[in-house]
């Protein structure tokens, strides 16, 4: 015995309002809308992420501690950016700008 599949086609009256001719889709539920992040460093955490794959959310987070330890403001922030791109959580264990000015 064979098994065939239909699916069902959903109503368009459903998705659109009266007025409207178009098809409204709601937003996906990870569609932001609007990246804090920026381009360039959307790239950047992204190309990190080529290059050490699963665990580089770690290495950011490594290397972020590593420039927070020698006191280098610029690499530390790049650094935390590409960890807060990957991992949120554990780029929030990473200490804050006014930490680094302190430690001076």
Do not use: W
């Amino acid at each position: 015995m064979s098994i065939r599949f239909a699916a069902s086609k959903p109503s368009v009256r459903a998705r659109t309002r009266p007025s409207s001719t178009s098809l409204s889709f709601p937003r996906a539920a990870n569609d932001n809308g609007d990246n804090a992040l920026g381009d360039t460093k959307l790239t950047e955490a992204l190309r990190h992420f080529a290059q050490h794959g699963l665990s580089a959310a770690q290495e950011a987070y490594d290397e972020a501690r590593t420039a927070f330890a020698a006191g280098d403001e610029q690499e530390f922030e790049r650094c935390r950016d590409i960890c807060r791109a990957i991992d949120r959580r554990l780029a929030q264990r990473l200490p804050l700008r006014q930490e680094i000015a302190n430690q001076r």
